[in-house]
């Protein structure tokens, strides 16, 4: 089982998704909330907001507390979308 927090607060979201685009940023968060669910270990997932248009995932695995994972979410103005990066 894969524990997933959304440390959002909903005025943030709000805002994000106001100067960004709500489906985009929807999809993005649950991108992040389901990647790697299947192989690479990681049981746990902790989203968050990074900058003002960015989400920040960091990945950690109870089994093994030294393995751990950082993937972040940037949104693109001229493509109007998120891209993601390890």
């Known amino acids: 089982?894969?524990?997933t927090i959304i440390n959002i607060e909903p005025d943030e979201f709000r805002e994000l998704a106001h100067k960004t685009?709500?489906?985009e940023l929807t999809e993005a968060i649950g991108y992040l909330a389901t990647?790697?669910?299947t192989g690479t270990g990681y049981d746990k997932v902790?989203?968050?907001m990074a900058h003002a248009y960015e989400l920040l995932a960091y990945y950690?695995?109870?089994d093994n507390p030294?393995?751990?994972?950082?993937?972040g979410?940037?949104?693109?103005?001229?493509?109007k979308?998120?891209?993601f990066h390890s």
Do not use: E, L, S
């Open 81 to 83: 979308k998120f891209t």
């Open 21 to 23: 685009d709500i489906v």
């Open 46 to 48: 902790q989203i968050r």
């Open 35 to 37: 990647w790697g669910m």
């Open 60 to 62: 950690t695995c109870k």
């Open 1 to 3: 089982m894969r524990t």
């Open 73 to 79: 979410g940037i949104w693109h103005d001229d493509t």
């Open 66 to 71: 030294t393995a751990h994972f950082i993937m």
